[in-house]
């Protein structure tokens, strides 16, 4: 569900990216279509979105298709966190007069991605002038999304519903927790994961998946958000090792039991590590900026996910001996014949 702003030009036989006029000039040669193709998206995704949640909870789409409505809270709140997060980076495009299409969003097939939808992007046909433009229009998406996030959460939090108890041996789909998620767990309903087990509402479930999407974009690695705002601050040769750090840093993840992160560590090496060289590479952010880019990367280690998912299999009884000490009995010399 990374959302790459891809950043589309035409070098010259130089090599060199066309600047002002000329690449205006290009960009209006351009055909432009009209938004049926991003309406038409939209509303495929809110169907997929609200069929899997249906799903998710036990309907049958075929004998009772009216109980698809089951779905429709959490399609609604998913798709306002979605399209907040992508008109953040729409709007400040739009600001910093980069030219950029209106957001895409890609359905999922129901019953396969549980969430219904593999996120959404946009697409600039020209590249931000500056670094401080770079970091306007990279930061923005992930801060409008949370935005959006953290009321549907802080909402459906409420609604939930929690059975005290250890969930040490419980069985299921158990999803990842994050500090934010955590902190906001322990303020709305006073437990915390590792003491209850917590039925998320639909709209606690699309708020999670905010949450997720903003980690997952953060990601300081090649033309994702957290990549923007990475080679914004810091320029492209840090952009460069911190993009190969966290691949490796994932991998590590992935190898030590969140096999999650293998499947994206694979996709981020297909969608590349590198990001294209923007007009002016010298002017550094303000002060103001820099601030943001504390913050931004502040806000993916608060939402990022060591273990997003896990699956987990009921253990098998434990068959005790009559004659054994129990574990937690405290130990106690033993005389021939008895136990004392």
């Not at 891809?6 to 036989?13: E, I, W």
């Not at 994932?250 to 293998?262: D, H, K, Q, R, S």
């Not at 002017?283 to 996910?305: H, S």
Request: glycine share 10%; proline share 9%.
């Amino acid at each position: 569900m990374p959302d790459p702003i891809s950043l589309r030009t035409r070098p010259t036989a130089a090599g060199d990216i066309l600047p002002g006029d000329a690449a205006a000039q290009r960009r209006a040669a351009q055909p432009r279509r009209g938004p049926g193709l991003h309406v038409a998206l939209f509303f495929a995704t809110f169907a997929t979105a609200t069929l899997s949640n249906a799903m998710m909870q036990g309907v049958d789409v075929f004998s009772d298709p009216a109980a698809v409505a089951a779905g429709v809270p959490y399609a609604l709140a998913l798709m306002a966190i979605l399209l907040a997060h992508e008109m953040g980076h729409y709007v400040l495009a739009r600001v910093h007069d980069v030219d950029a299409t209106l957001p895409y969003f890609i359905p999922a097939p129901p019953g396969i991605f549980f969430i219904g939808t593999l996120g959404a992007f946009i697409r600039m046909r020209s590249l931000p002038r500056d670094r401080r433009a770079l970091f306007d229009v990279g930061a923005g998406g992930p801060w409008a999304g949370i935005v959006a996030a953290l009321p549907m959460l802080v909402l459906g939090l409420a609604l939930s519903e929690v059975i005290p108890g250890d969930t040490a041996h419980a069985a299921g789909l158990f999803l990842g927790d994050s500090l934010l998620f955590q902190g906001l767990t322990w303020l709305v309903l006073g437990v915390s994961s590792s003491e209850a087990t917590i039925i998320l509402h639909p709209i606690a479930l699309a708020g999670w998946v905010g949450l997720l999407v903003t980690a997952l974009n953060l990601l300081p690695v090649g033309q994702l958000d957290g990549g923007h705002v990475v080679y914004a601050a810091f320029g492209a040769r840090w952009h460069r090792w911190i993009s190969l750090g966290t691949l490796v840093f994932l991998i590590v993840l992935g190898l030590g039991g969140a096999a999650t992160w293998l499947v994206w560590a694979a996709l981020l090496t297909f969608l590349g590590l590198r990001h294209p060289r923007i007009v002016d590479v010298e002017t550094p952010l303000d002060r103001r900026r820099q601030l943001g880019a504390v913050a931004t990367l502040l806000l993916f280690v608060l939402t990022f996910m060591p273990e997003p998912l896990a699956f987990k299999t009921p253990l098998p009884p434990i068959e005790r001996d009559p004659d054994a000490i129990p574990v937690h009995a405290p130990a106690v010399p033993r005389r021939a014949g008895a136990w004392t």
